[in-house]
């Protein structure tokens, strides 16, 4: 064809003018859309804080919560309560996610059976990833409040049918009206009548015999011995002395069940940003490990992890603070805990939480507690920003360093 036949084809003024008008209204739908969220964001934002802010205060951090007194009521007990639940749920959740998303992307099975296999077990790691935290928060219940049934059934004040760490103790009154404990040989028997001198030891140690006398006997004149007898007949009843690694089976609504049941949560997100972050690593700087002679394990340990480090680090602080916010997981495996008014003893311990706290506060026929809530609200979300900033900060250190290897 020569350059004389060829003839740019006309364009009809009418069909230009309509594209371009439909452009331009779907950019402004586009920005009116964009706008509206933000604008809802910063609405909610600022009533949050303008309800809250009066009562932002170091007292409201580090008070506790008090019934029908808002005013006096604080904080301390579910960021501590958080904190804790946060830590069981990072200890539990990243090394399994990080070390599966190695698995998946750097060992992948050559067998096809294995292969499909494999990639049935991504598909439904990226499914998990959408189900709601509250079907989490019912496997948590079933799994490790219950654990199933397995284990007998829990109650208070009762020993467990499994368990690990607990000291129990007998406690009855002296004739000097302290308190001395002794020793449980039969945990089955809730109440013990003494009637005849029992080992027995002081509840800041110190073991001695217990003596006991009849009621209208003489008392001792001694305040020691005073304070080493009973009278015949007395009841003492049994309790349990947890230290911080007291264990057992089932978890009940404890701060390790909750741990583990945001642990699920997380999970797939943790799996799913390394995997995101490891893919990232170019495929040239695997090939130059293998041909300098690494095995598969040297290449992933000495190349791929270090490069992958960064988007590793912030995926798993962004899944730590997705954990620290969510509500609905906890009140399926611990309840409404609100009245706990100090930090859990040990990891069978129930506590408050931020996320528990704000809701029960919300909904409490008190209208003050309704303040304190937004309050709570601000405590939360500077918590949120903080973690979202060492993600940050994070992530630039470690591109800085491996920048400089």
């Keep these: 064809m020569s350059e004389a036949d060829y003839q740019v084809p006309a364009v009809d003024p009418q069909r230009a003018k309509n594209r371009h008008t439909i452009s331009a209204i779907f950019r402004v739908a586009c920005m009116l859309v964009a706008v509206q ?5 910063i609405v909610l934002l600022t ?46 959740a990243l090394p399994i996610g990080i070390g599966t998303a190695i698995f998946l992307e750097e060992f992948k099975p050559r067998n096809k059976a294995l292969a499909v296999l494999h990639n049935l077990v991504q598909l439904n ?14 496997l948590g219940l079933t799994a490790f409040v219950y654990m199933f049934g397995l284990f007998g059934t829990y109650e208070a004040n009762k020993a467990a049918d499994l368990e690990f760490g607990a000291q129990r103790y007998y406690q009855v009154r002296t004739a000097a009206k302290t308190f001395v404990w002794i020793p449980v040989t039969d945990k089955t028997l809730r109440v013990l009548e003494i009637e005849e001198p029992i080992a027995a030891r002081y509840p800041d140690g110190g073991d001695f015999t217990l003596n006991v006398i009849d009621r209208g006997a003489t008392k001792p ?7 080493q007898t009973v009278y ?57 490990g293998l041909g300098l002679g690494c ?56 506590a408050a939480a931020m996320p528990i706290t704000i809701y029960n506060w919300a909904r409490d026929d008190n209208p003050g507690f309704w ?14 920003l903080t973690m979202n900033s060492i993600a940050i900060l994070l992530r630039y250190w470690a591109e800085k360093k491996f920048a400089s290897r």
């Excluded at 790691?125 to 019912?138: D, E, K, Q």
Aim: with cysteine; aromatic share 6%; charged share 15%.
């Design 295 to 350: 095995t598969r394990w040297q290449m992933v340990r000495t190349i791929v992890l270090p490069a992958s480090i960064p988007g590793i680090m912030t995926g798993a602080i962004l899944a730590m603070s997705r954990a620290v916010g969510e509500a609905a997981p906890l009140l399926a495996v611990m309840g409404g805990v609100v009245g706990k008014r100090n930090a859990p003893e040990n990891l069978m311990d129930n």
């Design 47 to 92: 009533t949050v804080f303008v309800r809250g802010v009066d009562q932002l205060s170091w007292d409201f951090l580090t008070g506790v919560h008090r019934d029908d007194n808002p005013d006096g009521s604080g904080l301390w007990p579910a960021i501590i309560g958080s904190i804790v639940i946060c830590l069981i749920c990072g200890a539990a």
């Design 125 to 138: 790691i990226t499914n998990l990833a959408g189900v709601p935290s509250i079907v989490y928060g019912i």
């Design 221 to 227: 004149t001694d305040p020691t011995l005073l304070g």
């Design 232 to 288: 015949r007949g007395s009841k003492a009843s049994i309790f349990a002395k947890h230290p911080w690694h007291y264990l057992r089976l089932p978890f009940h609504k404890s701060v390790l069940s909750a741990g583990l049941t945001l642990a699920l949560v997380v999970l797939p997100i943790v799996i799913i940003s390394s995997q995101e972050s490891i893919r990232a690593v170019p495929d040239t700087m695997r090939d130059a």
């Design 371 to 384: 303040e304190l809530s937004a309050t709570a609200i601000i405590v939360l979300l500077c918590l949120l």
């Design 37 to 41: 969220a933000v604008v809802i964001l």
